[in-house]
């Protein structure tokens, strides 16, 4: 990443009392500069042009480390942590964004894992629900411990 934590802190005044600082702005700033730092990269696949996926990968966790950093300092001086919420705009933006552009082929793999275990577990709902209310109807034929049905 081109700043650190602290310039980051500084530049959007997120150490500031009483002050909410522009997280869009932020997160625009933060993804601006971790392109930059993939394009500048000293690991660039000489066949594509771009930069390998695992200096790509090692970037990310770089960028993650830079949010976290900030989300430190921002704890020390009092005030709340940056979301996780806010880490996954930055991910869904620019994460996802520029593998879906470099690594079409990678990003294909996730989202099939993906769109397979969300299937895994969709067929295991109907099964949950069914015993859920298999249990219910269990409790509602039972007297209550006063000797009447529960309604």
Avoid: C
């Avoid at 989202?111 to 069914?130: C, H, I, V, Y």
């Amino acid at each position: 990443m081109e700043l650190s934590a602290v310039e980051y802190v500084h530049m959007f005044r997120m150490d500031q009392k009483g002050y909410n600082f522009n997280r869009s702005k932020f997160i625009q700033r933060f993804g601006q500069d971790f392109q930059e730092t993939l394009r500048n990269s000293d690991s660039i696949d000489r066949k594509t042009g771009y930069i390998k996926y695992r200096a790509f990968k090692k970037e990310v966790t770089n960028a993650q480390k830079v949010f976290k950093q900030i989300s430190d300092i921002l704890v020390e001086s009092g005030k709340k942590p940056l979301s996780n919420g806010l880490w996954g705009v930055f991910y869904a933006s620019y994460v996802i964004e520029t593998r879906k552009a470099l690594f079409k082929h990678i990003q294909d793999q996730i989202d099939f894992k993906r769109k397979t275990a969300q299937e895994r577990w969709a067929s295991l709902l109907p099964l949950s629900s069914q015993r859920l209310k298999s249990d219910e109807d269990n409790t509602k034929n039972k007297p209550s411990k006063k000797g009447k049905p529960n309604p």
